[in-house]
C-alpha cells in the first residue's frame, strides 16, 4: 500500500472513530501513529477523501462525506441559505455570516457541469453557471436544496 493511500486509510478511521473539530487534531493523531504531515497535505487528503466541516450541536465537526452523510450536508447546506438572486448571467446566494464558503464548496463538490465555479465571501456566494440557458437548472437546484421559504428574484 501507498504511503497516501495507507495515510488517508488512517484518516478515514480516526474521522469514523472520534469527533474531530480541527485539523491540528488529526494532525497530532496521525504523527502519534508515525505519520508526519503538513496541514496542505491534510487538505488535499480531505479533499480526496470527501471529506466536510459541519457545524453540529457539539460544534465544528469533520465528516466523512458519504451517501449517509450526503443528505445530512445538503440539509445543513440548506439551512444555511438565505435569498438567491440572479441576473442574466449569473447567479448571487446570501448565506449565514461565515458560511458562504462552505455552501461554495458544497457546490463545487457535486461537479455539476451547469456550474463553471463559485466565488465565495463571507455571507455571499457568486455561483457561475456554463451557460445563462442554464440558470434555471440551477436555481431549481438551490430551491430543492434549502429548507427555507425564500423568494428568487
Not at 465528516?63 to 440572479?86: F, P, Q, R, T
Amino acid at each position: 500500500m501507498s504511503a497516501k493511500l495507507k495515510r488517508q486509510s488512517k484518516i478515514k478511521r480516526i474521522l469514523s472513530e472520534r469527533i474531530i473539530s480541527n485539523q491540528d487534531q488529526i494532525l497530532r493523531m496521525l504523527k502519534s501513529e508515525g505519520i508526519n504531515v503538513t496541514q496542505a497535505t491534510l487538505s488535499r487528503d480531505f479533499a480526496d477523501l470527501g471529506v466536510i466541516r459541519v457545524f453540529t450541536e457539539l460544534g465544528v465537526q469533520y465528516l466523512l462525506s458519504s451517501v449517509d452523510y450526503g443528505k445530512e450536508i445538503a440539509k445543513l447546506v440548506g439551512l444555511e441559505i438565505l435569498s438567491v438572486s440572479h441576473n442574466e448571467t449569473v447567479i448571487v446566494i446570501r448565506t449565514l455570516a461565515g458560511r458562504a464558503q462552505g455552501v461554495a464548496h458544497y457546490i463545487d463538490r457535486l461537479n455539476k457541469e451547469e456550474v463553471l465555479g463559485t466565488i465565495a465571501g463571507d455571507d455571499t456566494v457568486l455561483v457561475i453557471p456554463n451557460s445563462a440557458n442554464n440558470i434555471k437548472k440551477i436555481i431549481d437546484f438551490l430551491e430543492n436544496l434549502s429548507t427555507r421559504n425564500y423568494k428568487v428574484t
